[in-house]
């Protein structure tokens, strides 16, 4: 199992994921708190960064696993990194995979965001 994770027996048509500690907090970068990240707070979505190689599957497990909680969906952007210049030289931001994790009713993270 190359990717920290293995595959459990419970269910075999929708398989669980049991990820390692490590490569949870790997998969979880940090909270996005934005203004449009605590509008959605208050409706059960939960904006995290995450690792660009991470699956949707693999979100659901960690954050299941991390906070306690049951996740009803994740849905995923790629936000592209900007070109800006610094001293007269272009460059180039990184590329960041936001996570937008929907709970079940009734649950809630404690982010340091929203109500």
């Known amino acids: ?31 996005i708190i934005t203004e449009k990240a605590s509008l ?6 939960y904006v995290f960064q995450v690792a660009m190689d991470a699956t949707k599957a693999e979100i659901k497990a960690a ?5 306690s909680v049951d996740v009803k969906a994740v849905n995923t952007s790629i936000a592209k ?9 272009l460059g180039q931001r990184s590329n960041i995979k936001k996570a937008y994790v929907s709970l079940a009713a009734g649950q809630q993270i404690d982010t340091g965001i929203g109500a």
């Open 1 to 31: 199992m190359s990717r920290g994770y293995m595959l459990s027996k419970r269910n075999k048509s929708k398989p669980n994921l049991v990820l390692s500690g490590e490569r949870a907090f790997e998969i979880l970068r940090r909270p």
């Open 40 to 45: 959605a707070s208050v409706n059960g979505q």
């Open 63 to 67: 954050v299941e696993q991390l906070f």
């Open 81 to 89: 990194g900007k070109t800006k210049r610094f001293r007269g030289r």
